[in-house]
């Protein structure tokens, strides 16, 4: 395995860009003002929250990559700049909101609706949202397609506002599609990363910039790793456990610009094609192999269980879910993590790799403390495998916040549910996020409702044992009174969609239900 290092090469402005003099973790963000000067990407939030700072990525479609995303022969995606760290663009194109004005001094389409409909005011939002908006204008037109008000407005999730209000962004949008087209010629783009594109593993190094000098003078030097294969992977991370794996950077990006975490040994997983797959099982279930992103990974479970489209569009944001990855969710464990729930409550099996070893365990036996899980060195997760469920099991799954984009559950609530011929409930699943240190299971409340009719009665006494199961924390989202009476109500919600006499429609017990269609109309 090759280990020179060498310099980060990716396309920006119509040019191969080599950077080797900057640290590992060094945002894009950081990069594009300080560095390129192209100071129209704005640092807000500098936590992948607000969207300031979005941009697109371009690069070469793999095997796995969705359709969706390819446009003229050139996958996008927008991701927010800030946590982004500048290694992870070798072998890709950068765009920003320079790059959609034309030589000629003439705006682009979405630029000029920006300006036609008033879509902004104090302006420093506005190149993130612009940069959403040519995303979607770019995907929208290769499809031949108009998006709704409503699909404009979950593409724009991650693109905060405080002070023009989102109708007229969204108008915007809409007004964009009826400009002459002015579509991206991915033409020299696509030339010029065949150009740079590498099938060896990708070293970067460089000298900490302020760390301690060793006693003969030198600066320790920090490294970035990218494997192209799961066996490269697999020799790197087992050789190396005490390295940091990234793959989407979400939260590790905040580990760096928030907690000022010094990170000298880096795994990327993001060059792994086949580790993005999403395909059927041999079971006719499905496998999320761990690179998938959130976005790929959510879209194909709700294709299969459309109950959860509302828990996909409420996590986090569009260019969140483009970033980050379903295996890098479940590897962080965060007990406010809304993927875990889901996926415990469809019986989802975690797939492990140690070298040449492969293991498996229920995910919901994976999780064994607060941030702990029962990975050894060296050891990563690489992929879920989830069942087909049979037809008769019901499931749902709900969220609480105190926004509705774009933010960290206070409860999450995962259920499934299978009632036999006699309507006694004969196989249930309660799991709960931000409950507990981890997200678990209801144990007692699984055993008030199991072989019990599914009646009024056994949902009290489901509750009444809930409140056993779970002694959850007072913090910043919500109190400990709060998040128990909502895990009853949720619980209370679940009894009445699917209850035996007059089971209520998700519209009936929801406003945001009525929404559902906007994602496979």
């Known amino acids: 395995m090759p280990t020179t290092p060498r310099p980060i090469r990716f396309h920006h402005r119509g040019r191969i860009v080599e950077v080797g003099d900057v640290h590992p973790t060094r945002s894009v963000l950081d990069w594009l003002r300080e560095d390129a000067a192209c100071t129209g990407t704005k640092e807000g939030c500098n936590e992948g929250d607000c969207g300031a700072c979005t941009v697109v990525i371009g690069e070469l479609p793999g095997a796995s990559t969705a359709p969706s995303s390819i446009v003229q022969g050139l996958a996008l995606r927008s ?29 682009h389409p979405v630029q000029q609706s920006m300006v036609d409909c008033h879509g902004s005011q104090c302006g420093f939002c506005t190149p993130g949202i612009v940069m959403s908006l040519w995303s979607t204008y770019e995907r929208h037109c290769e499809r031949g397609s108009t998006p709704t008000r409503q699909q404009l407005a979950d593409e724009l999730s991650g693109n905060l506002c405080r002070c023009t209000g989102y109708r007229p962004i969204v108008d ?66 087992q050789a190396h456990p005490q390295a940091r794996i990234l793959a989407g950077s979400t939260d590790i990006g905040l580990w760096v610009n928030k907690g000022l975490r010094d990170l000298p040994e880096i795994i990327s997983t993001g060059e792994v094609d086949e580790l993005k797959r999403v395909e059927p099982n041999a079971g006719s279930g499905l496998t999320i192999h761990a690179g998938a992103s959130l976005e790929d990974a959510w879209a194909a479970i709700c294709r299969r269980h459309p109950e959860f489209t509302d828990l996909w569009l409420r996590f986090s944001s569009l260019p969140i879910r483009n970033a980050g990855t379903m295996g890098g969710n479940v ?47 060296g050891e990563f997760v690489l992929a879920i495998e989830l069942p087909r469920l049979p037809a008769a099991r019901q499931v749902r799954g709900y969220k609480i916040s105190k926004r509705y984009d774009c933010d960290i559950s206070a409860v999450c609530g995962a259920f499934a549910i299978e009632l036999d011929a006699r309507g006694q409930v004969c196989e249930v699943r309660l799991v709960y996020g931000g409950m507990a240190g981890i997200v678990k ?76 269609h906007r994602v496979f109309a």
């Not at 991701?79 to 320079?98: M, R």
């Not at 991206?184 to 760390?211: G, K, N």
């Open 331 to 377: 590897a962080n464990g965060s007990p406010i993590g809304d993927a875990p729930p889901a996926l415990i409550a469809l019986d989802a099996t975690v797939v492990l790799r140690l070298g040449q070893r492969v293991r498996r365990m229920p995910l919901a036996d994976f999780y064994i403390d607060y941030m702990k899980n029962h990975l050894e060195a």
């Open 172 to 237: 915007a949008g809409v007004r964009m599609f009826e400009a002459p087209p002015a579509r991206l010629d991915t033409a020299p783009v696509i030339a010029a990363l065949r150009a740079i594109a590498s099938r060896e593993t990708f070293v970067y190094a460089a000298p900490h910039p302020t760390a301690p000098r060793t006693a003969q003078g030198a600066a320790p030097v920090h490294r970035f790793q990218a494997p192209r294969t799961i066996e490269a992977l697999a020799e790197l991370v």
């Open 441 to 516: 299971r209801a144990a007692g409340a699984e055993r008030a409702m199991l072989g019990q009719p599914w009646s009024e009665a056994t949902l009290r006494a489901a509750q009444t044992a809930l409140d056993a199961d779970f002694t959850p924390l007072t913090d910043m989202r919500a109190s400990k009174a709060y998040r128990t009476q909502i895990a009853r109500n949720l619980l209370e919600r679940l009894w009445l969609e699917t209850r035996v006499d007059r089971p209520l429609a998700a519209t009936e017990t929801s406003v945001h239900a009525t929404l559902a």
């Open 79 to 107: 991701v927010n700049a800030c946590i982004q760290f500048l290694p992870t663009l070798d072998g890709k194109a950068l765009f920003s909101v320079e790059d959609l004005k034309r030589r000629d001094g003439t705006l």
